[in-house]
């Protein structure tokens, strides 16, 4: 039996399925820093919905790394007060 880092290892050979994997990455690391940022900040997600004029179950998504438009995501960002640096072909808050 394969373990899962085995397994990964072996499908990142794959030039597609690197593709994505790296792109879910980078969504994910990016929705990480808005939690830890709105945590640092001590926000309920309520309180940051509300400032950012978007639902709590949007920032949820966001947060979770779930799949959620771009508008959403600038709006979540910029009532955390985070600048967005499109960078190299990457996003970096």
């Known amino acids: 039996m394969k373990t899962f880092k085995k397994q990964i290892k072996e499908e990142l050979k794959d030039e597609k399925f690197s593709q994505l994997f ?9 929705s990480i820093k808005i939690l830890e940022e709105r945590n640092k900040l001590g926000i309920s997600q309520k309180d940051l ?9 949007q920032l949820s998504k966001v947060e979770n790394g779930i799949n959620c438009n771009i508008t959403t995501f600038l709006k979540v960002c910029g009532a955390l007060g985070l600048k967005i ?4 072909k990457r996003v970096r808050i």
């Open 22 to 30: 790296n792109e879910e990455r980078e969504l994910l690391s990016l």
């Open 49 to 57: 919905a509300k400032k950012a004029h978007v639902t709590q179950q």
């Open 85 to 88: 640096n499109f960078d190299n």
